[in-house]
């Protein structure tokens, strides 16, 4: 396998005044050709470091790629530096010059003596020709055939250009074999415990691989097969798939990486369900992530946020001796809520959300990131807790939002 580092080159980087995406877009991209990413560099504009980087990359690596430093000012020193590492020398492209000046022309600008070196490519180097920005990218070859490395400019919608239209038909060709993943997205399991129940298969990969991923909340698993044919790949992918399934079905939500939310909206949907939700310490955000779903509508009613006692028995009839006796984070009002909503709305389905968020408020009986969950559905009424670990209100409310999809999930989809 290909192992690959990236190396992003700007001081505005460093000093955070970008946020760096590329390094996350080429990571995916290069995982998808089967090319393993050992490293993620990010350098300022200074030649010495800069090549302290490349030395130490190509050590372990067989390609690198690098973003930035490819523009007309004297502090970019990526194509130089290049040259240095892979014994070449740049010369001036007269083809890209001349498509230079063609485009400053077209602007009715005059191109300045400095875009020229825009033009100054290694002369052994494939021109990958960029055509949404100024700066070409291209691929340099060590003299021994041993070493790649391909310089994409830094702007993400150039590389990202560069990348789909130029670079990744080349890598694909150099890669050989035809790579097939699936990425698996599961709810209700951690990491650890996810990899326990598939350790054997782990440990015991070569093609397919298996690798997990943790979430907030939640864990992907990605299963990837490279093999001569793409039927043969797609074949070992499916056959693993099966064996996960078999060990941890009943946590997985989406066998082709699609979010939880875009799930239980495509149940509930073909399914033709109602939903309305009655929400406490969420504070709407069950309803924002359900209306983030293009074509909702045809089933999503309401979400109340009913954060107040008060709130609770207007809105929803809870009653005043249940939240006397039990509280307002408690099993038996999260059932009234949920029974609540669905009466006030005529939905197929209330479900309901009470908790401590935090970072205070909690008690011994009841301590931060304690959730009570409700769902009514066809005459019954189930209830749910979570003791989520963490005191970020941030945190509990994204996950109590998770354990709301999953609950329509599992009991629409009739897992429970």
Known sequence: MTRAAIISVGTELLMGEITNTNTVYLSQKLNDHGIDVLYHHTVGDNPARLSRVLADSLEDCDLIITTGGLGPTQDDMTKELVCEFFEDHLVMN????????????????????????????????????????????FVLRDPAGEKTICC???????????????????????????????????????????ETALLDLIDSQTDPTIATYAKEGEC?????????????AEEAVEDMTGQVRERIGEFIYSYDDVDLVRVVADLLIEQGLTISAAESCTGGMFGAAMTDVPGISAVFDRSLVTYSNEAKMQELGVSAETLEKFGAVSEETAREMAE????????????????????????????????????AMDGRTVTKKTVWNTRSRRSNRNYAVLNMLDMVRRYVGGSE
């Not at 600008?109 to 055509?131: C, G, I, W, Y």
């Open 94 to 137: 007269e083809g890209w010059l001349d498509n230079l000046y063609k485009r400053y022309e077209k602007r009715g600008r005059k191109m300045t003596d400095n875009n020229r070196k825009q033009a100054l490519l290694p002369s052994r180097s494939v021109l990958l020709f960029n055509e949404v920005g100024s700066a070409p990218g």
């Open 152 to 194: 994409l400019p830094g702007p993400p919608r150039e590389m990202k250009w560069l990348y789909e239209n130029k670079l990744s038909p080349l890598l694909a060709e150099q890669e050989g074999g035809v790579l097939c993943h699936r990425m698996l997205r599961t709810f209700g399991i951690g990491e650890s415990s996810l």
């Open 340 to 375: 609540g909503v669905r009466r006030v709305s005529g939905s197929d389905i209330g479900v309901s959300v009470t908790g401590i968020a935090g970072p205070d408020g909690g008690t011994e009986e009841k301590p931060v990131g304690t959730v009570w969950y409700g769902l």
């Open 220 to 232: 992907a698993l990605r299963i990837a097969s490279k093999r001569a044919t793409a039927e043969e």
